[in-house]
């Protein structure tokens, strides 16, 4: 370990980890902390290291003030994500790298700090660093560059005060300037082009100096992303000892065997839409994904902390509902397997033994004959929690339904399966008085309250609306709308 560089922080926190010792790269330091395992990263780079670029406003994962880079040896390359400091557990970055704002300064701006000074892309400056992060991000983990990827890139930045217009501005610039510097993106080439500082070439090697096996996973709380620990009960997981649930190689593995596919449940969102594999597994994927939260937390999410979390409105939990999906649980070797409509037993009650971890999910590959859909409706389109969300699986023969699994979010305490409205249309014809006559069953298997996302008797009215457009998807152009709403 390069003794120059090496910052041993002393312990300024209560220590109740049971971690001995977490190391990763903080820019181009490393830094070895025995700070508790459930500090919040943003914490310990604002307070401990006085780093002050990344901000702190909504605590919640909401803003992207907060946002940094972290980056992983991933088949031999470096691979950085954008994710929300604010909401990221400590113990997630060991062995990693991870880069503030400050880490990505040099002597001269770099060509995205101009563009963002040049398109007048910044007033207050609060959001800027965040802004910075995550376009930079974005040519980290991009060979080639398009206005559309990057504009996606800031989905989870927020600014109260430039109205965009500049910010649009300075990612075209930036494009429009990367794709006359490089052919094609690469740590050596952005290096070369001034875009990040040199020390990232030397990364991978500092990495490898890290001792990640230190770590004696020995803590109560079982932890994925902390997305929604930390925003649920931030200050009890400040001071927790959390128990990583990602690290063995079953958990985050996806394979299609027999037409089924299997995937580990540590893997984020964030996996899952850059993964070829799964998305040929899920018709319509690249859409659906767009609909999930932000960058910043797809890439920090897993899907297994969305089924345990047992929302209502969990996207991923309702799309796996309408996929007939198992769920296979863990405990000391032995596992058990579940139809993940049986999770489900009550409000946030879940059929989770003590000490079981989730470990993968199954479901079968929707075929030409299986006709998988899914709809959200929120208040705003793109990064919010659903109003109401719904998915089916209609499997067809001869233009009956053979089987069809439906699941609908926000209309009831628990993910609803809709047992009574899939029975009904069991070995039914798609017509307009089929679908009128399953509305019935529908309404009468939810039970949606007033809140903060619509009364009940919107979410009612959307349920009606979302199951119409699953008929809908299955046969565009014969249904009549009116003949079944009347
Ligand atoms: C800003 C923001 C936007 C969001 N937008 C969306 C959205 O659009 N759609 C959506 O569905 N959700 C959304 N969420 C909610 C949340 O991100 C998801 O539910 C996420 O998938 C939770 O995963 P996690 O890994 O972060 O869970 P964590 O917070 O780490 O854990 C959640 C729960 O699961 C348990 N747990 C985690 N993994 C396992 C395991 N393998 N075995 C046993 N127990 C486990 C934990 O103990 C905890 O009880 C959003 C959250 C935020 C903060
Ligand atoms: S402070 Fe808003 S996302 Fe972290
Ligand atoms: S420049 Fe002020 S919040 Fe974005």
């Known amino acids: 370990m390069d003794i120059h560089s090496l910052v041993r922080i002393q312990n300024s926190f209560i220590r109740h980890s049971l971690i001995d010792m977490i190391a990763f790269v903080l820019n181009n330091q490393t830094i070895e902390t025995n700070a508790p395992s459930g500090t919040a990263l943003l914490d310990f780079i604002r307070k401990d290291r006085q780093l002050k670029g990344a901000k702190l406003v909504c605590k919640e994962g909401e803003c992207g003030a907060c946002s940094v880079l972290v980056g992983e040896r991933r088949g031999g390359e470096m691979f950085y994500q954008s994710m929300t400091s604010c909401i990221t557990p400590l113990v997630n970055v060991q062995g990693k790298h991870v880069v503030t704002i400050e880490g990505l300064n040099m002597e001269e701006l770099s060509p995205v700090q101009k563009a963002m000074v040049d398109a007048y892309g910044t007033q207050c400056g609060f959001c800027t660093p965040g802004f910075v992060v995550s376009l930079t991000g ?57 875009y990040i500082p040199a020390y990232f070439a030397d990364i991978p090697k500092r990495l490898a100096a890290i001792k990640t096996e230190a770590a004696a996973h020995n803590g109560s709380v079982k932890l994925g992303g902390g997305t929604d620990l930390y925003v649920q009960r931030p200050w009890t997981m400040y001071e927790t000892e959390a128990l990583p649930v990602y690290d063995r190689a079953s958990m985050n593995q996806i394979e299609i065997e027999d037409g089924v596919c299997t995937f580990g449940a540590a893997l984020t969102m964030g996996d899952l839409y850059r993964s070829e594999l799964f998305k040929s597994a899920l018709p319509d994927s690249d859409y659906i994904f767009k609909l999930l939260s932000s960058t910043q937390i797809r890439n920090m999410a897993t899907i297994g902390g ?76 793109y990064f919010d929690i659903a109003s109401v969300n719904f998915a089916s699986t209609f499997d067809l023969k001869n233009d009956r339904i053979q089987a069809a699994h439906l699941a609908v979010g926000g209309v009831g305490p628990i993910p609803t399966y809709l047992h009574k409205t899939a029975a009904f249309l069991q070995g039914k014809a798609i017509t307009e008085t089929t679908i009128r006559e399953a509305i019935v069953c529908l309404n009468e298997e939810i039970s949606p309250i007033s809140d903060a996302r619509g009364s009940a008797e919107y979410k009612r009215l959307l349920a009606r609306q979302l199951f119409i457009a699953q008929f809908m998807a299955v046969k565009t152009e014969e249904l009549v709308l009116e003949e079944i709403v009347g």
Do not use: W
Request: aromatic share 6%; charged share 25%.
């Open 306 to 381: 969305n089924l345990v979390n047992a929302s209502p409105i969990g996207d991923f939990t309702i799309l796996l509902l309408a996929l007939d999906s198992q769920i296979i649980l863990e405990k000391a070797g032995k596992r058990r397997t579940l139809a993940l409509k049986d999770f489900y037993k009550g409000y946030k009650q879940i059929d989770l033994k003590e000490g079981e971890i989730l470990e993968q999910i199954q479901f079968k590959v929707p075929t030409a004959s299986s006709k998988f859909h899914f709809e959200k409706v929120s208040q705003r389109k």
């Open 138 to 194: 974005y040519l980290l983990s991009s060979e080639t560059v398009s206005l559309e990827g990057i504009t996606a890139a800031m989905d989870g930045n927020i600014c109260r005060c430039t109205g965009y217009k500049g910010i649009e501005r300075a990612a075209e610039l930036i494009i429009n300037q990367v794709k006359a510097d490089m052919p094609k993106l690469s740590i050596p080439s952005l290096v070369a082009q001034n």
